[in-house]
C-alpha cells in the first residue's frame, strides 16, 4: 500500500493530527552561535539557520519532533523549511543542501517508524519545503514591473534538489507550506512530479497557502477556490492553509475550502495573533476549542499548528477532537475549472 492509500485509510477512521511549530520551540533552547555553526567551518555566522541543526546539534530537531509525538502527532514535519538552495545562501552553506534534509528527513523517519512500532498506529513524515525568499509573481523593483530574480525553471531546480534529498532520506510526503506565491508553488509541484517520474513512483504533495489578509488572498492575489483549482491537478493528498493567522481569522476560508475540495483538508494555524513583542500568547486550550469548531462542522481531516504552537497545544487539539468524526470529502460535479485571481467555472 502507498503512502497516499494509508494516509487516505487513517484518514477514513478519524480527524488527524500533524505537528506543531519548529522555530519557536528552537528558539526556547537559547542557542549559541557555536551550537548552530558546530565544526561546519562555514564563512559566515549560522546562528538563526534553524535548518542546519540537523548536522550540528540533531538532538534538538529529534527532541522537538519526539515530543510531537508523545502530544499524539500522526504526521511530523522535516525541520528543512529553508532548507534550500536560495535561503541558505544567506548562511554561506549553499553546498550542505542535500546533507542538512537527508539528515533531518531521518531523524523524523526514525521517531516515526520507533512510535508507530511501540502501539502499531502508523505515523508519516512530511517533507517540509518553504516558499523560498523569492516570488516568480512579483516583479521586486516597482520601476521595473517584468523584472524577476529567478525564474521558474531555476526555482524548480532549487525544490528538485531539496525533494531528491527529502525522498531519499524517508519522507512519505512532500509538504509545500506557506504559499505565498502560487506559481512557486507549481515549481514545487512541477519538481516533485519530475522527482517521481525519476523514481518510477508517486510522490504525492500536500499543498498548504497562506493569506496575506483577511480577504482571504495569496501575496499573488489568488482567493482559496483560484488557488485549489490552481492546483487540483497535481492531486495532492491534503490541500489547506497555514500561518498568517490564528484559527479565528482563518474559519470563513477553510469552509469555503471544505465546500470543493475532493481530497483532505490540512489546517495548521498559528497560536492566535503576534502580541506587540511578536510573541504568541494563546492558550492550548483555546486554539483547540477553536479548531473544534471546524471539526464539528466536518470541515477537516487534519488538524495542528503553525507559529507560536508548542507540544501543549497539538496535545489539547488531539483532546478536542479525538471522538469526532472527519470531515466527508467534497464530490463537485464535473465542470470546467479554470484559475485567474478568482475561479471561472464553466457552465453546464
Known amino acids: 500500500m502507498t503512502a497516499r492509500d494509508r494516509l487516505n485509510a487513517e484518514a477514513a477512521k478519524r480527524i488527524l493530527i500533524t505537528d506543531g511549530a519548529f522555530g519557536t520551540e528552537i528558539q526556547g533552547w537559547k542557542l549559541s552561535e557555536a551550537d548552530y555553526a558546530g565544526d561546519l567551518g562555514l564563512a559566515k555566522d549560522q546562528k538563526g539557520n534553524n535548518d542546519i541543526l540537523a548536522l550540528t546539534k540533531p538532538e534538538v530537531p529529534e527532541a522537538i519532533t519526539r515530543a510531537y509525538l508523545e502530544a499524539g502527532s500522526d504526521i511530523v514535519s ?49 517533507g517540509a519545503i518553504g516558499p523560498t525568499n523569492k516570488t516568480l509573481s512579483l516583479s521586486p523593483d516597482v520601476e521595473d514591473p517584468g523584472y524577476r530574480e529567478i525564474d521558474f525553471d531555476y526555482l524548480k531546480g532549487v525544490y528538485r534538489e531539496q525533494i531528491d534529498a527529502l525522498i531519499e532520506g524517508g519522507v ?88 470543493i475540495a475532493d481530497t483532505l483538508i490540512m489546517v495548521y494555524p498559528n497560536a492566535g495573533l503576534p502580541n506587540e513583542l511578536g510573541e504568541y500568547d494563546e492558550a492550548p486550550d483555546q ?4 479548531v473544534k469548531d471546524w471539526a464539528d462542522a ?14 501543549a497545544h497539538i496535545a489539547a487539539i488531539a483532546a478536542a477532537v479525538k471522538a469526532l468524526p472527519p470531515r466527508v470529502l467534497a464530490k463537485p460535479e464535473v465542470r470546467t475549472r479554470l484559475a485567474g485571481l478568482e475561479p471561472m467555472i464553466m457552465a453546464a
Not at 287 to 290: D, F
Not at 298 to 311: A, D, E, F, R, Y
Open 78 to 126: 522535516t525541520n528543512t523549511f529553508s532548507a534550500n538552495r536560495i535561503s541558505q545562501a544567506d548562511y554561506a552553506a549553499e553546498a550542505l543542501v542535500g546533507d542538512i534534509n537527508r539528515a533531518s528527513a531521518r531523524i523524523a523517519r526514525r521517531l516515526a517508524d520507533e512510535f508507530a512500532a511501540k502501539d502499531g498506529r502508523p505515523r508519516f513524515v512530511a
Open 172 to 259: 512519505d510526503f512532500i509538504l509545500i507550506e506557506t504559499v505565498f506565491d502560487t506559481l512557486n508553488a507549481k515549481a514545487g509541484i512541477m519538481a516533485a512530479i519530475e522527482a517521481g517520474l525519476a523514481l518510477g513512483r508517486d510522490v504525492p504533495v500536500m499543498l498548504s497557502m497562506t493569506l496575506t489578509d483577511l480577504s482571504g488572498r495569496n501575496l499573488s492575489g489568488h482567493t482559496v477556490e483560484a488557488f485549489w483549482h490552481a492546483v487540483r491537478h497535481a492531486r495532492p493528498v491534503t490541500i489547506g492553509l497555514n500561518c498568517s493567522f490564528g484559527a479565528e481569522q482563518l474559519r470563513p476560508h477553510v469552509g469555503a475550502l471544505a465546500k
Open 287 to 290: 486554539t483547540a476549542a477553536l
Open 298 to 311: 466536518g470541515q477537516v481531516n487534519i488538524l495542528g499548528g503553525c507559529c507560536g504552537s508548542t507540544p
